[in-house]
């Protein structure tokens, strides 16, 4: 059955924008342009919403290994969303994007990993919302909220973990990148094509249409060739778009996914320096 709760549509956001509860995050990033996601967000964004940046915010300093978007430092993180009045546990937080979930479901994921699971994504990002509802260039006041992480760590693995486990036949190793990536005939990102032998493709393009909107009906049937797994790692190009995989497994009601958070990037890291 599909779990619904993980989704939030722009009717009941615009029914529910001076909810005290509520805290509306803007992710939109450009990989391509690094300061586009900002520009944009402070040109026009949903009225109350606050903005997070993908290297600034949700992901740490790049280091020799690790991959292109590390894990930020929680505590870090957890004192930017204090600021802007989440509480620990009790505020909800509507995640959105312009780029079918890529950048609100890091922050969904890592909100999880966090101990925060009141956290859901707009159904058509910020397009399906300017498409019906007024947006804004006021920026809101920070409030001060609080949020102690109790991290997951079960949630995550490493690359010792990955070369221990993926071929085990209780585990599935998803590459959640376009198939082309996969099968190693386009590489634009990383310096080594290809994928991590013996994973299986999930392109993370698959969950939504083209415009933004979750293709709620399909997220089981997705999935059913891997449910029964005892753990599915997935993975990306730097751990980023992985994350709406994983939000899809959790739209399914499969709850054994994990992300291996240097991704392909990481991988390669390794080919490159051993």
Known sequence: MTNTSLLISTQWLANHLSDP????????FSL???ELGNKEYQESHIPGAFYLDLNQDLSGPVQKYGGRHPLPDPYQLAQKLATIGVRHQETLIVAYDDSRFAFASRLWWLLTYM???KVGLLDGGFSGWQKEYPVTNEIPTQNNGFF???????MVVDIETVKAQKDLSAVVLVDSRDSDRYLGKHEPIDPIAGHIPGSVNYPWKQVTDENSKAKISEQVSRWEQVKNAKDIIVYCGSGVTACVNLWSLKMAGINTGKLYAGSWSDWCSHLLNN
């Open 148 to 154: 102690q992480p109790q991290i997951k760590p079960k």
């Open 21 to 28: 509860n509520l805290v509306i995050i803007d992710c939109r």
């Open 32 to 34: 391509a342009d690094t």
């Open 115 to 117: 101990g925060h699971d």
